[in-house]
């Protein structure tokens, strides 16, 4: 059963309404046509922390640009993580997000291993709840647009010096956007790197941290210039075990209906689409599988039509069909170059799940207005 978001140990949250908000025909034109984080809401919501006081200052503000001293630890140190998780209106005009207690406690795992303040969970609904109450009407009601929410928190203590800061600042953005395809879904071709690795062990691969993604921008220029969409990841170990891409987790469907895809062995992040898929999966009958996976029994696999597909999972997608599969040494097509039955149901599954257009048996939606 779905729940009513009402965070009880969240202190209130002052709103401080936007003196210039974007005017109505303003914000039509950008709700008609929403691309993903170009165009900001009015408002955005904020805690302050800091290692004397702890938690404070709960409130919703205008957007606006953040006023950093050159010396924040932030910009020398990485002290930083982040969140993503979308609001979606539902027909009756209710305002939906998916399984923001997962989110919250990833966001605390996240915050441990930078050495960042954790937020409590009532504090971080609260936030979302809060912001998306002012800016409802941000909510966009297009075929799978929604508004997307990003919580964020950085180290803001003005110091040079390597130990963790005392000082914390927490915020929710949101954008409005549209489909992730805007001309349905179609697979992607993925260069497989063999030079690079997005995490190594003991490293903070499993924590949603911006540097994680530096880390992956030089490998996808180069995947792009190869012409291809996406790169992927192999463990930095041994070199032979899938990892995930820059941003999304990686599932791997077998003809005989079973399914895998690599374990939370703490160098890839934990995906709230993951677990959410492979649930489903589970429940439509398919033997679900976490365990490594070689590359080269994927490339065996798609030579003899044992893998039938191969899709990539994450908030911003749902679920990415794999169409192409290469490195220097091999090129492969997955299946038949198309979105997979598979990949397609699930994906139908989960969305309208998300969208109110089905039950919500497993309780994964919360409502925030």
Not at 55 to 61: I, K, L, P, T
Not at 75 to 81: D, G, K, S, W
Not at 164 to 174: D, K, N, R, T, Y
Not at 303 to 314: K, L, Q
Request: include cysteine; proline fraction near 6%.
């Amino acid at each position: 059963m779905s729940t009513l978001a009402t965070p009880t140990t969240a202190p209130e949250f002052q709103i401080h309404a936007s003196e210039h908000p974007v005017p109505d025909a303003e914000r039509a034109a950008a709700l008609a046509t929403p691309k993903f984080g170009t165009v900001f809401t009015d408002h955005m919501a904020r805690i302050s922390w800091s290692q004397a006081t702890g938690w404070r200052d709960h409130r919703v503000e205008p957007y606006g640009p953040l006023q950093l001293d050159p010396a924040t630890a932030v910009l020398h140190y990485a002290q930083e993580i982040f969140e993503g998780l979308k609001a979606y209106r539902h027909p009756d005009g209710t305002v939906w997000t998916f399984r923001p207690e997962a989110n919250a406690a990833r966001f605390q795992r996240s915050a441990r291993r930078l050495a960042l303040p954790e937020l409590p969970e009532a504090d971080f609904i609260g936030a979302i709840r809060a912001l998306v109450e002012v800016d409802r009407a941000w909510v966009p009601t297009g075929e799978e647009t929604s508004l997307y929410l990003r919580p964020f928190m950085y180290a803001s203590e003005a110091f040079l010096g390597v130990r963790a800061s005392h000082e914390a600042e927490f915020l929710v953005i949101a954008s409005p956007v549209g489909p992730y395809f805007a001309e349905g879904v179609k697979p992607v071709s993925i260069w497989v790197s063999r030079e690079y690795h997005r995490a190594g062990a003991g490293g903070t691969g499993a924590a949603k941290a911006g540097g994680n993604y530096a880390a992956s921008l030089l490998p996808q220029q180069e995947a792009y210039a190869k012409g291809f969409e996406q790169v992927c990841f192999l463990d930095d170990r041994t070199g032979t075990q899938l990892e995930e891409l820059g941003g999304m987790n990686v599932v791997v469907v077998h003809a005989d209906g079973s399914v895998a895809t690599p374990p939370l062995s703490g160098t890839i992040l934990e995906g709230v689409t993951r677990s959410s898929i492979l649930r489903l999966l589970a429940d439509a009958g398919h033997e679900v599988s976490e365990r490594p996976i070689l590359l080269d029994e994927l490339r065996a696999g798609l030579a003899d039509g044992s893998v039938r597909e191969v899709f990539a999972c994450g908030t911003a997608a749902v679920m990415t069909p794999i169409g192409r599969l290469a490195s220097d040494d091999f090129d492969l097509v997955v299946g038949d170059g198309t979105a997979g039955p598979v990949t397609t149901r699930i994906r139908a599954e989960l969305t309208d799940i998300q969208y109110g257009r089905a039950a919500d048996r497993h309780g994964w939606m919360t409502r925030l207005v």
